[in-house]
Structure formats: structure tokens, C-alpha cells
């Protein structure tokens, strides 16, 4: 029974939040179907909150989210304070969503 709900738990939201795309900033708040159809690359149908993934908009690629420049070797998770602001800003980003979203 309790795995029941737990499973039921899991049961995507159709609550509309905040999506933000690493490449050009845009902000807009979407429920997860809205997105999807956008193109956005964004939880809970593309990807895992809290998971560093690429978060893009239907506009953008993925070459410059921090997803690519770790899978590029350009950054490496061994020294986050040295990455540049913005890189930093998209880790920040991640570790909120995972506080934001996984409690749901
Ligand atoms: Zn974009």
C-alpha cells in the first residue's frame, strides 16, 4: 500500500513553474506539457531535477549549457569555485531546483 503512493507520488504535476534557459536567460513560467511542445529541454519530460542536464529554450542548442562544457572536459566538477560566474550561477541553479522540485 505504501508503495502505492509513493508511486503515486511520482505522478508527473501538471503545475505550471519557472523554466529558464542556461543559453539566453529567458525565463518563462510553463507547465511541463506548454514546454515540452516549446521545444524547452526541462524536467520532468527531458532530464531530472537536481541532475545537471542541459536546461535550454525551444530557441537554443545545448553547446553552451553546463552540461556540455562538463561532458567537453572544458570544466570539471573537482574545482566548482574556479569556474566562471555564469558556470557557477547554472550549478547554483541546479542545487535549487533539486530543493525546489523533489519534495513535490
Ligand atoms: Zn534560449
Known amino acids: 500500500m505504501s508503495y502505492g503512493l509513493v508511486m503515486f507520488g511520482c505522478v508527473v504535476s501538471n503545475e505550471a513553474f519557472e523554466h529558464w534557459c542556461e543559453n539566453c536567460g529567458k525565463r518563462e513560467i510553463l507547465t511541463p506539457g506548454e514546454a515540452f511542445q516549446a521545444g524547452w529541454d526541462f524536467p520532468p519530460r527531458m532530464g531530472v ?18 552540461w556540455w562544457a562538463l561532458q567537453s572536459d572544458e570544466l570539471t566538477m573537482d574545482d566548482p569555485m574556479s569556474w566562471p560566474e555564469n558556470r ?7 542545487l535549487n531546483e533539486a530543493e525546489q522540485h523533489q519534495r513535490r
Open 49 to 66: 531535477w537536481g541532475v545537471i542536464s542541459p536546461r535550454t529554450c525551444g530557441d537554443c542548442g545545448i553547446e553552451t549549457t553546463l
Open 88 to 94: 557557477r550561477q547554472s550549478l547554483a541553479w541546479f
